[in-house]
T-cell receptor, first 114, second 112 residues
Framework: DTEVTQTPKHLVMGMTNKKSLKCEQH?????MYWYKQKAKKPPELMFV???????INESVPSRFSPECPNSSLLNLHLHALQPEDSALYLC?????????????FGPGTRLTVL | GQQLNQSPQSMFIQEGEDVSMNCTSS?????WLWYKQDPGEGPVLLIA?????ELTSNGRLTAQFGITRKDSFLNISASIPSDVGIYFC????????????FGRGTQLTVWP
């Protein structure tokens, strides 16, 4: 298994809703990431987990709450989002060590906040 | 913030033509990655480069890690319509574990 899977593929939510994005990988990678991507822009790093511990939070608003239940799973809990949070949310994974090489991205969740 | 300069921003070419794009940085990187992204999908890794001067091929794609460690290029030979998409370069510095710095992307359009 050499892929990262993400669910759901599309999500529409209101500003008062609570929802979660899910990510899974079975490549044995011990680093997992959340990125946000706006149309025709490069991905922007949000969070990095290394060995199931949060190692980087790129000053992301608290309405985004990451969780890493085990080495294969990564969640992103969403609450009280704003319309400007609408974007493609990408999960990725990689090995750890020398330079966290060759990041593998999932297909993304297209989020629309109304 | 953004540290990689990727060019060109967009390319419109005829099927069968060769394509070249590059990334430059003011900082030294120890890893260069090239990704392709189709609309609504995640980036797919095309080529990974780990050593200065390294030249690596993947089918019709060839990429090189510049000897100064501040640049990389990607060539696509004999382009085909399915090469259409956005190509991103990404670099990693040894002191910034977990962070990839992305170029702004090159939008490639291939006319049949």
């Amino acid at each position: 298994d050499t892929e990262v899977t993400q669910t759901p593929k599309h999500l529409v939510m209101g500003m008062t809703n609570k929802k979660s994005l899910k990510c899974e990988q079975h490549m044995g990678h011990r680093a997992m990431y959340w990125y946000k991507q706006k149309a025709k822009k490069p991905p922007e790093l949000m969070f990095v987990y290394s060995y199931e511990k949060l190692s980087i939070n790129e000053s992301v608003p608290s309405r985004f709450s990451p969780e890493c239940p085990n080495s294969s799973l990564l969640n992103l809990h969403l609450h009280a989002l704003q319309p400007e949070d609408s974007a493609l949310y990408l999960c990725a994974s990689s090995e750890v060590g020398t330079s966290y090489r060759s990041r593998v991205f999932g297909p993304g969740t297209r989020l629309t906040v109304l | 913030g953004q540290q990689l300069n990727q060019s060109p921003q967009s390319m419109f070419i005829q099927e069968g033509e060769d394509v070249s794009m590059n990334c430059t940085s003011s900082s030294i990187f120890n890893t260069w990655l090239w990704y392709k992204q189709d609309p609504g999908e995640g980036p797919v890794l095309l080529i990974a480069l780990y050593k200065a001067g390294e030249l690596t091929s993947n089918g019709r794609l060839t990429a090189q890690f510049g000897i100064t460690r501040k640049d990389s290029f990607l060539n696509i030979s004999a382009s085909i319509p399915s090469d259409v998409g956005i190509y991103f370069c990404a670099g990693q510095r040894g002191s910034t574990l977990g962070r990839l710095y992305f170029g702004r992307g090159t939008q490639l359009t291939v006319w049949p």
